[in-house]
């Protein structure tokens, strides 16, 4: 349950970068498989978290990236929004991650 | 437009009925209503992903483009350039309950002493701290009280309670969770999971938010090997493949068995 935690960091985060005001109503984030959330809690924990601050209207809008990967076996490269996946052109299970999307406050949208 | 979700208004005028499928959620309730009729089908769908208020005119898009954890990294940093100029090497160590990590500790107080502290969270009691500090070593105890992890500020208020002159090794016991300590960042020059084989050889591909960032895996309770069902290739294989250059030590911190694998290993590491 450390939505409510990351949650909460993400508003922290922002606010120490500009004055968020109360008409924010978008924050999107971009998160991977290995961002460690559960998504839909966190959509849930922001939504009452604002609601609580006075962004009565902000909603988080979650940008789920896949993970690149490269096959050990055929080096196919291939992305998977799964870690317990399989080579689509081989079916191996053994693979190295090339690529994970860090997990960044991208943008907010505020109310002109 | 629509004030609501931004969709557009179409022809008020036309006649048809309206019978086609929205293909994107809509996260909030429409309180408007369509009090027109249609009189011809609409067979297309739709489906495009932006959210209908990103369509409205009035609103101004701020690029943040920073962590999430932003505000939680900023003191962790804070925590490791303090521990780096008192030249302490700083482990997180991290591991589902009960897979020994406290005993780990107790054997490492022993082992390191005086050069030893220990910050530890639980949700409650002062039980690991009691302990360490019996086997040797200055502990303080972070009573969460219900938070299921320890975050950087946390740790830098902790330490203040510790002495930490003669101080070469600070071990970070964190609360016993595979999934909400990974992200966090306190500080730690390396971060140790504790996976024992009672728990099962299934754990790295659940958790790999986990296993994908840890420096070094101990399997604990090797002495279990054999008589518990765990697959140690499957588990090593799988470590490696989500971090090639992970350390896997086997040990037992009950037998004593690979300790001091353990402590030549982090002893090679401390300042």
């Given at each position: ?100 999307t860090p997990f ?9 | ?18 019978n086609h499928e ?250």
């Open positions: 349950m450390h939505e409510l935690s990351i949650a909460t960091d993400i508003i922290d985060s922002i606010k120490g970068k500009i004055n968020v005001p109360e008409s924010l109503n978008k924050v999107r984030i971009s998160a991977s498989p290995l961002s460690g959330i559960s998504y839909e809690s966190l959509t849930f924990c922001f939504k009452e978290l604002c609601t609580t601050k006075g962004y009565t209207n902000a909603i988080l809008e979650i940008n789920i990236v896949a993970v690149k990967m490269t096959c050990m076996q055929c080096d196919n490269h291939y992305e998977s929004p799964m870690l317990d996946t399989y080579c689509p052109v081989c079916g191996n299970s053994n693979y190295r991650i090339t690529d994970v960044n406050i991208d943008f907010i949208e505020v109310e002109e | 437009m629509c004030g609501e979700c931004g969709c557009k208004p179409i022809d008020l005028k036309h006649n048809h009925e309206h929205h293909n994107h959620e809509h996260n909030h309730e429409h309180n408007h209503e369509h009090n027109h009729e249609h009189n011809h089908e609409h067979n297309h769908e739709h489906n495009h992903e932006l959210t209908p208020k990103q369509n409205t005119s009035s609103q101004q898009r701020i690029e943040i483009n920073i962590p999430v954890l932003e505000n939680n990294d900023y003191f962790a940093k804070l925590n490791r350039d303090f521990f780096s100029n008192r030249h302490i090497f700083v482990v997180n160590l991290i591991s589902s309950p009960g897979s020994g990590k406290t005993t780990i500790v107790e054997y490492l107080a022993s082992f390191y002493k005086t050069s030893m502290a220990l910050v530890v969270g639980d949700i409650q009691t002062h039980r690991d701290a009691d302990r360490a500090r019996a086997a040797g070593c200055q502990s303080v105890q972070i009573e969460t009280l219900g938070a299921c992890h320890l975050d950087a500020k946390s740790v830098a208020e902790a330490v203040k309670s510790l002495d930490l002159n003669g101080i070469k090794l600070l071990v970070i016991e964190n609360v016993g969770n595979l999934v909400c300590p990974s992200t966090y960042d306190l500080g730690e020059n390396e971060k140790i999971a504790v996976l024992s084989l009672p728990e099962g050889d299934d754990k790295v591909m659940k958790y790999p938010a986990l296993f994908y960032r840890v420096q070094t895996v101990l399997l604990n309770k090797i002495d279990l090997e054999g008589i518990v069902p765990f697959d140690k290739n499957k588990v090593k294989s799988e470590c490696t493949m989500l971090n090639p250059s992970v350390n896997i030590l086997d040990i037992s911190s009950i037998k004593g068995i690979g300790m001091d694998t353990l402590t030549s290993y982090l002893s090679a590491k401390m300042f």
